[in-house]
């Protein structure tokens, strides 16, 4: 099978200090005993990542649908020179004792070292997943281990969400991955005292791109947070939904994109015609939001067709992983 779900074997166990509550649109730790500088504040980052794999580059968008007023839009950073990663959830935290928010899409290590398995692809190794999974648990891990109090939050939602975009070594081709770190709390006191642990589970990678094998090739799509209820993309073009078919009857070459993608053929559009189809239609099912869109070609990267407001991220060199480190993919011809 070329789709399937995996975790990577990553176990952290942390002690929290003092507690924090949670609304549907942040998560806060404030309590009477504890020091100032140790108060903490995360902003959720709400959107939909919609990912078109074209012909000849992948095309991409992350539109930004806000939990609350002056949150943190969806961001995006270089994983290395062939991956980049939109950032979901508690991808911003803040503390009144620094001014400054610690944001997730900055200082970025690269997560792979050269290895020679991918000496195909230049001086930059691929990222293995599971490095990469350990990584951003790290960062959680100080952070989180501040939050204290029960929490109000579904068990089946993702604190932090990844999508990785790219694409994978030795000719595996495009690839798109979810990468999702659950939380945890256990009460710790025996005197019934409101005293919780606040720990983060290993994330759950689950890989959106490539389909199995025979299966339809189609816009993929991912949110946060996932309710379900909203048709994705992919519906509304099947459904011939009256927004598209009157787009697509201005112009042949979105027409036959849209076709194409109805079909099950979506990796077979123009690329050209796929980056037009998809700037029209991301305002047009999702008017007055905020987005920004890219593409990742395999032997040129990563470029926008609309740029966010803030910069993008750019990974730091990272040289200190295993070589020989495994990998959660498996290869694109695999029964």
């Known amino acids: 099978m070329r789709f399937r779900t995996c975790a990577a074997f990553l176990f952290f166990v942390f002690l929290g200090t003092f507690l924090s509550c949670f609304s549907s649109n942040r998560v806060e730790a404030q309590l009477p005993r504890q020091r100032p500088d140790d108060e903490i504040v995360a902003a959720l980052t709400g959107g939909r990542v919609i990912i078109h794999v074209s012909r000849d580059k992948i095309i991409f968008a992350a539109v930004n649908r806000p939990l609350e007023q002056g949150a943190p839009p969806p961001r995006l950073a270089e994983l290395d020179s062939r991956h980049v990663g939109v950032f979901l959830g508690a991808s911003e935290w803040r503390m009144p004792a620094d001014p400054a928010p610690v944001r997730l899409d900055r200082d970025v290590p690269r997560f792979g070292a050269p290895n020679p398995?991918?000496?195909?692809?230049?001086?930059?190794?691929?990222?293995?997943?599971?490095t990469m999974g350990i990584a951003f648990l790290e960062k959680l891990h100080s952070l989180a281990g501040r939050l204290h109090h029960k929490l109000n939050f579904p068990p089946d939602q993702a604190l932090f969400e990844l999508v990785v975009?790219?694409?994978?070594?030795?000719?595996?081709?495009?690839?798109?991955?979810?990468?999702?770190?659950?939380?945890?709390q256990e009460n710790i006191t025996s005197n019934g005292a409101d005293y919780w642990e606040t720990r983060v589970l290993r994330p759950r990678f689950t890989q959106l791109y490539p389909p199995e094998k025979h299966a339809p090739?189609?816009?993929?799509?991912?949110?946060?947070?996932?309710?379900?209820?909203?048709?994705?993309?992919?519906?509304?073009?099947?459904?011939d939904d009256p927004r598209i078919a009157q787009l697509c009857s201005s112009d042949p070459r979105l027409?036959?994109?849209?076709?194409?993608?109805?079909?099950?053929?979506?990796?077979?559009?123009?690329?050209?015609?796929?980056?037009?189809?998809?700037?029209?239609?991301?305002?047009?099912?999702?008017?007055h939001q905020t987005f920004f869109m890219g593409t990742m070609e395999e032997q040129h990267g990563f470029d926008w067709i609309v740029p966010p407001e803030e910069p993008v991220e750019r990974a730091r060199e990272k040289t200190n992983s295993q070589p020989e480190a495994p990998s959660l993919r498996k290869r694109p011809d695999s029964p």
Not at 117 to 130: H, T, V
């Open 165 to 184: 975009i790219g694409f994978g070594p030795q000719d595996y081709g495009p690839e798109v991955w979810t990468v999702e770190y659950r939380i945890t």
């Open 217 to 239: 090739h189609t816009i993929v799509e991912t949110g946060y947070p996932d309710s379900g209820k909203s048709p994705s993309i992919q519906d509304l073009i099947e459904s």
């Open 255 to 287: 027409a036959k994109v849209d076709a194409l993608i109805a079909k099950g053929d979506s990796q077979k559009a123009e690329t050209t015609d796929s980056v037009d189809f998809l700037r029209a239609l991301v305002p047009l099912i999702f008017p």
């Open 117 to 130: 398995r991918y000496a195909g692809y230049g001086e930059s190794g691929e990222p293995d997943l599971e």
